[in-house]
């Protein structure tokens, strides 16, 4: 009787372990499931990823994605121009984001035909991006940080269009690129930091959303602002030299200012940073500007 229940004892305690094991087991099996590999195909999917708290699970990337310090360890799969697709299938990703506009369609594709999982990005303006940090959340396993984070980003969009909805707009010009002089008009990314900034563009409504322009079609426009963004990935770049052009306002009265291209260029919550100082900056020459004419 004693041995009966000595055995019954470790039988129990048996089934009990193993139970304890296999919901062990299961749950690390639904974690993997619910936390799938990713292979992210442009820095800003990188950066989103890493603000849900994703970015462990990416396990390739694109050139330039650079940020935050954790991502240059990532393994580089491609560029923009091209994608090493026998990499892709070394690696065996459970998903693949990739930006629409910004990757090459024929390789994503071929991706596609191979049963690989796409996800598209396709951020557009800054509400996208709330729009996309949550559908990043949610299908990374990391809802409840992507909620948070989408809220406090909305917020702060809110706090800034609030502070500077009533300003007086002044006249600015935005060098994209200098060689050739390239510009901003209405669909492109960076007019909407115009906008929300209060700059009259004088080019917004050109058809193209990067117009290419000449000097002599910026000189008529009374520029009282240059904003020349510039890049630490575009060391070999020059900026166009608007010291030759003293008679632009904006020369005149050194009003030339450089932010950060790469946070105000990348689609992330980073760019609501770059937008909020960018404002801040354009806000000093309003003041120089209305003390200049008091």
Request: glycine content about 4%.
């Amino acid at each position: 009787m004693k041995l009966a229940y000595i055995l019954l004892t470790l039988l129990l305690v048996a089934n009990s372990t193993y139970a304890e094991l296999a919901k062990d087991t299961q749950t690390k099996v639904n974690k993997k499931q619910s936390k799938p590999t990713i292979i992210a195909l442009a820095p800003h999917i990188v950066e989103m990823l890493y603000d849900i708290g994703a970015g462990e699970q990416i396990i390739g990337t694109t050139s330039f994605a650079d940020y935050p310090e954790a991502a240059k360890k990532i393994p580089q799969i491609g560029s923009y121009v091209r994608l090493q697709i026998e990499r892709v299938i070394e690696l065996q990703p459970d998903l693949i984001i990739a930006w629409k506009s910004g990757n090459p369609s024929d390789d994503l594709a071929r991706l596609e035909q191979l049963g690989f999982n796409i996800v598209y990005s396709q951020p557009n303006n800054f509400e996208d991006i709330a729009t996309e940090v949550r559908h990043f959340a949610r299908i990374t396993g990391h809802t409840a940080q992507g909620e948070k984070v989408a809220q406090a980003f909305e917020q702060t969009l809110a706090n800034i269009k609030a502070t500077y909805q009533n300003k007086t707009a002044i006249v600015g010009f935005y060098e994209l690129w200098s060689r050739p002089l390239t510009t901003v008009a209405k669909g492109s990314w960076p007019q909407q930091f115009l906008t929300l900034c209060k700059v009259k563009n004088p080019f917004e409504q050109v058809v193209t959303p990067y117009p290419q322009i000449s000097i002599e079609k910026v000189l008529p426009a009374s520029i009282q602002l240059i904003i020349q963004p510039l890049s630490v990935n575009q060391t070999e770049r020059e900026g166009f030299n608007w010291q030759d052009w003293p008679i632009i306002p904006a020369v005149a009265n050194k009003q030339i200012i450089q932010p950060d291209a790469d946070a105000m260029h990348r689609m992330t919550i980073r760019s609501l940073t770059a937008l909020k100082d960018l404002c801040a900056k354009i806000d000093q020459t309003r003041a120089f500007l209305q003390q200049k004419h008091s």
